[in-house]
């Protein structure tokens, strides 16, 4: 393929989080590819009174290997205009816009829609979610928008691409699925983890990680963990992640089912360089969500070659196949209890590996750059 002139506009340095991973891990694949890409950022992502944890910025150094520029200001329509002129200007090939919430379509829709009166410049769209989990007024107003700025789109589960074309059909569009994380760096073992975080060698741990959101099911994954049949084994809950919500809910409910003694906690966001020693030191993986499109974190699994269970909703179960990489479960803590019962009665990580292996292999970056050229040659000038 020709070298092609590519910007991608989204969160990534010195923003931190899946979607700023993401969006680095994507840029170096384009390089990767022969191709020259440039990364528009913002300068305010979300108001502070929108962001419910504690900073939205990395902590590291900046990447060397990407060319990352802060201009976009969320909030301000001044901006909107001045930045989509800006990209406008460079010609570039193609534009990837990241869409995750319609919070941001003003922003974001009225970018593409600056950039796209050159009809030269292809527009795509990369959708997270059109409908988020947790909807607020204005949603669906608000991400109407956004479909209708874009050229085309990219979604990432058949949920994501039925919400998209709700709002419009007639655009091309792509599915595939969300790419492996694989920018945590390499595996290591199972004791070095564990000595790592001052675990036990003889206990069994089930990882719960990522943000803390009350649509991923951490309630359902506790009262799960208060079945006796679990009680009476040596496993052992982890809670990784940073509460962008009520923490005060989680706690009173590990006090009432009397899960302190069964539970680790690491109440903050885990940094990179950290994300693997989690990953080693889990025999599974528990994804318990009450709604979902698609999740980075079954990405890092599958890097990490770590058995899942996920629950029924979303896309979670067309890339988790059931009883090949893991659980597939009902989102209640009955079937989430029996599932964790019999994985550690009964099975252990040996016995899915050769199935991870091959899932595994589906979802290389590759499968995502081909779907963005595929929709963008399909645009109309």
Known sequence: MEKKRIIIVGPA??????????????AREFQREGHEVLTYTFTLQYPSFLFPGKTQYA???????????????SVNPFNWFKVGREIRRQRPDMVMIRFWLP????CLGTIARVISRDKSIKVVGLLDNVIPHERRIGDRLFARYMIKSIGGYVAMSESVLGDAKSFDDT??????????????????????AIKQLGLDADTRYILFFGLIRDYKGLDLLLRAFADKRLREKKVKLIVAGEFYSNAEMYEQLEQELGLAPHIVWYKE?????????????????AQPYKSATQSGITQ???????????TNVGGLAEIVPHG???????PNAEDIAEALVDFTTNKSESDYHEGILEEKSKYAWSNMTKALFTVADQTKK
Do not use: C
């Open 269 to 285: 966001f885990i940094p990179a360089d950290q994300v693997r020693y989690f990953f080693a030191a889990a025999d599974l993986v």
């Open 59 to 73: 902590t590291g150094p900046a990447p060397e290997d990407l060319s990352i520029v802060r201009k976009i200001n």
């Open 300 to 310: 890092i699994a599958y890097h990490f070659e770590r058995p899942m269970l996920v």
């Open 171 to 192: 655009k091309p569009f792509a599915l595939t699925p969300h790419p492996l994380y694989d920018n945590f760096g390499a595996k290591v073992s199972r004791e070095e």
């Open 103 to 106: 919070f941001l379509a003003p």
């Open 13 to 26: 340095y010195p923003y931190r989080g899946g979607i700023a991973d993401f969006n680095e891990r994507l």
């Open 324 to 330: 090949k990489v893991g659980y597939v479960t009902e």
